[in-house]
Structure formats: C-alpha cells, structure tokens
C-alpha cells in the first residue's frame, strides 16, 4: 500500500480514544442542559395552555423540536459512534432517514387534503343519493 492510502481520512480512520472519561461528561451536561430546557418550555407551555397567542405557542414548540434535534445529533454522533464514521457512510445512514421524515410529512399532508377533499363535493359529480334528493326537493 502506498503511504498516501493510509493517510486518507476516507479510507482508513483512526479514533482519537484520548479524551477519556471528560468527553463524555462534557456530552452528558450538554445533554442534561438541553434536557432542562426542554422541559422548562414544556412546563411553560402546559402552564399558560389558551393563553398565549398561536405564533408563541408554535415557535415555543418549535424550539423545544430543534433542541430534540440537538439531543438525537449529539447522541448518535457521540454514543453510537457515527461521528467518528467517515463522511460517505454518515450520508448513507443520514439521506434515507431524512427522505423517510419527507415522505411521513408528504403523506400526512396528501391524506389531510383527501380527508377535506372527501368532506367537500370539490367539482365532482353528486352522487346518486344526492341526485334523487336533489330531484325530490325539485318534484315538491
């Protein structure tokens, strides 16, 4: 093997195991924090239920999502050791799970829309119920 081989971090990855015990308690505070926070919004946000307008209720939501966000990267990255992966390999686990989020959101909004499409006439033809209810009232 030629030495320029071994030295291509996509090829051959050697794990920097010196940090001992402190990386791992600088993860579990940065953990512990994140978790707090979590839960003080969410203790905020049970405590001022009706109260607070629609855009801080969504935005207090959406920062407790982006903080579990936070929590899942640091655990994956640190505790299940994707971090220390090489780069084409951290996308062959990342791209499938992000499109399969995508396709959970895509269908949860199709079926919405079919759910209000099928509440609705939406241009379509009556059906036949509707149709001699519609030549009864007619007929009267």
Do not use: C
């Amino acid at each position: 093997m030629s030495a320029s081989h071994i030295d291509n971090p996509e090829v051959t990855f050697h794990p920097d195991h010196s940090g001992g015990t402190g990386k791992i308690w600088k993860i579990f505070w940065v953990l512990s924090v994140l978790t707090i926070i979590e839960l003080a919004l969410g203790y905020f946000l049970y405590a001022k239920h009706g109260e607070l307008s629609y855009v801080a209720s969504l935005s207090t939501k959406s920062v407790i999502a982006i903080l579990t966000l936070a929590k899942a990267y640091y655990i994956v990255s640190v505790f299940m050791h994707l971090g220390d992966e090489i780069r084409n390999f951290i996308m062959t686990i990342i791209v499938p799970l992000v499109l399969f989020v995508w396709f959970i959101i895509a269908f949860l909004s199709d079926g919405n829309s079919w759910k209000n499409l099928r509440n609705t006439s939406a241009g379509s033809r009556p059906n036949q119920v509707e149709q001699v209810q519609k030549e009864g009232a007619e007929k009267k």
